[in-house]
């Protein structure tokens, strides 16, 4: 037994306020070297602060100090697993140390230590280890211990074994709320809201982590109106949403282009009821931006300071680039170098989306070279997706296959299918058959890319090789293509429409309103490109009465018809606006001088006095 001299409090004084302070590893060598010579190093307490700190610095440098400690005590055991804990890919070393404390020690581990063991099993799938671990936990007697229960219900969930988490939480004697919150994580994490939604609704008592779960899950499993829905009734209680709520709320928001509602919760931001980080900043940024406001979503961006982490600057990015805005992107990017934040992946992303939607091809090949010589970030798949649709898109088909074919992984079907709708753009048979027949080698039942295909063929008024596709692949039978959806939202309410939608309650109001509104734009000099339209039919009349009925034309009658003179329209669109419906909307803007504002799939489109922002290129 190592006996060590009692540390004078003056001293221990010092050397805590020493090792609080460190700011380099050369001043940790240093304390560490003053801690053996003096043999403070044998005091557990100080040698425990010390191990707490190195770690931060340096894991392997920390493993190293604690091999050095001579006893090491529990307290000092449960630090060297919380730091293997908190970081990735350690997963090893940190049972390592649990193993070394049961083995070595004579200690016997508690609650900590297994709290922190099945943190670290759970975040490296160490499934049979957890398993070693739980068998102690119930050796030791702590297997009903509600911390031990707690981490032990969150292991099972981030394996995705949720029926054993489920066993633990109904046997558990002793349960508290984090117990409730842990279990609904685990149904949320696996999509599971069914499950979620039954535990929640069981809870006697709830807090904000509860409440942001759950709305965080719907959010997740693309449930946007369900979220909104509980964020609501949260606001009704006595629980206050945080900046993670809101960051849920926001993201409903944004998809479901509620501009209102993204406004109201701006305001509640602003009251001072909620800090404003840059997580919450990019949301906000991002919420303003799918809503069709993309100079809000700018005042917001430049109003605040907390710019410190990069999200805020992808978010701002990637708005400009969704309303083809490829000038501004650069410009916001340019700062970012300014203001020393490192660009990540999706930065690049991002922009190189805006070259896309902006026609520079000059920008995105220099950007493209730039991040990884400048940024040494490797480019993945959707960075060549990004410049497969900027070649396809310029015309330029032959060399965006050959970036595809010289990529250092496999391509998928969504880079192909960015080459095959530009062999749509530039009517490239030939090419366009060849790609479709890799897409179905990829995937055979890819409807998508067949519809694209028999697009192609359709457009250029070779029906026969359409029908022949559509019969051939089943297209007409079992599989069905994506019905096109058209979203307005009118005093917090959302009305959606299908093509050819009757299923309104003011159904024969808006057709009426519909053939009126064609009418006048007819006489605008409106020609319905039947070229758009994908079936085959004789009837040029048959024709053109198909084409009126798209599901935006109908969303855009609606909103005509309730909405007051002189205010804007926003139509959310599931599927890429088709060239008939974007000329259609040209005129409407002129003729009812109104601004009408459309995103569709990839990107927005700001029609006003006739003209489109994306000056007809999308």
């Known amino acids: 037994m190592i006996v060590t001299k009692p540390i004078h409090v003056v ?5 805590s306020f020493l090792i609080d302070s460190f700011k380099s590893m050369q001043q940790i060598k240093q304390t560490h070297a003053h801690l053996i010579t003096t043999s403070i190093i044998s005091h557990n307490v100080l040698a425990n602060k010390f191990l707490k700190h190195v770690a931060l610095y340096s894991l392997s440098y920390a493993h190293k100090l604690f091999d050095t400690i001579p006893q090491p005590d529990l307290f000092i055991y449960n630090t060297m697993i919380k730091a293997y804990s908190l970081s990735p890919n350690s997963s090893c070393d940190s049972v390592g140390v649990f193993r070394s404390l049961i083995r070595d020690s004579g200690l016997s581990p508690n609650r900590y230590s297994f709290v922190f063991t099945f943190g670290v099993c759970g975040n490296g799938l160490c499934v049979k280890e957890g398993e070693q671990v739980r068998s102690h936990a119930v050796k030791v007697g702590l297997e009903n211990n509600v911390f031990v229960v707690n981490a032990l219900i969150g292991m099972y969930g981030k394996w995705g074994f949720l029926e054993d988490g489920r066993k633990v939480f109904d046997s558990a004697i002793d349960r508290d709320l984090y117990s409730w919150n842990t279990m609904i994580a685990a149904y949320v994490g696996s999509g599971d809201m069914i499950q979620a939604k039954e535990l929640f609704d069981e809870m006697q008592e709830r807090d904000f982590v509860s409440w942001s779960t759950i709305i965080a899950g719907y959010v997740q499993v693309g449930c946007f109106m369900e979220a909104l829905d509980f964020f609501h009734k949260m606001l009704q209680t006595k629980v206050k949403p945080n900046e993670y709520t809101m960051v849920s709320a926001l993201a409903a928001c944004s998809n479901l282009v509620a501009l209102d509602q993204g406004k109201w919760i701006h305001v509640y931001i602003r009251r001072g009821e909620i800090k404003m980080n840059d997580r919450l900043l990019a949301s906000l940024i991002d919420m ?12 917001v961006f430049y109003e605040h300071k907390v710019k410190r982490k990069v999200w805020p600057w992808n978010a701002m990015i990637g708005g400009f680039a969704m309303h083809g805005k490829p000038e501004e992107a650069i410009n916001v990017f340019e700062q970012m170098k300014v203001e020393n934040v490192s660009p990540n992946k999706v930065t690049f992303i991002a922009l190189l989306n805006a070259f896309s939607h902006g026609y520079m091809l000059k920008e995105g090949k220099l950007y493209f070279e730039l991040m990884t010589n400048d940024y040494g970030i490797i480019p993945e798949i959707e960075h060549y997706g990004c410049m497969v649709d900027l070649l396809g898109r310029s015309g330029l088909l032959k060399e965006a296959e050959d970036m595809i074919l010289n990529m250092p992984m496999a391509p998928d079907v ?33 409807i998508g890319c067949h519809v694209l295909l028999g697009n192609i063929y359709s457009s250029s008024g070779r029906w026969n090789e359409a029908r022949m596709l559509r019969e051939k692949n089943g297209i007409s039978s079992d599989k069905k293509k994506i019905p096109g959806c058209s979203s307005i939202e009118l005093k917090g309410m959302f009305h959606q429409f299908l093509v050819g939608d009757r299923s309104h309650p003011r159904s024969r109001e808006i057709y009426s309103f519909l053939d009126e509104m064609i009418s006048k734009l007819k006489i605008a000099g409106y020609v319905p490109e039947l070229g758009e339209l994908l079936l085959d039919i004789d009837d040029e009349e048959d024709k053109e009465t198909a084409l009126s009925v798209h599901s935006e034309k109908l969303a855009i009658a609606f909103g005509l018809m309730n909405t007051e003179p002189g205010t804007p329209i926003r139509i959310v669109k599931n599927l890429r606006v088709c060239g008939d419906c974007h000329q259609a909307t040209k005129f409407i803007s002129k003729v009812y001088d109104r601004v009408i504002v459309v995103r569709d799939r990839t990107r927005y489109h700001h029609f006003k006095d006739g003209i489109c922002s994306c000056k007809d290129y999308w």
């Open 11 to 15: 001293n221990y004084v010092r050397l």
């Open 288 to 299: 303003y931006a799918k809503c069709g406001e993309i100079e809000s979503a700018s005042s």
């Open 414 to 446: 969504a880079i192909w299918g960015a080459l095959l709708n530009a062999c749509r753009i530039y009517k490239d048979m030939e090419r366009g058959y060849r790609i479709g027949r890799i897409i179905k080698e990829i995937d055979p039942n890819h």
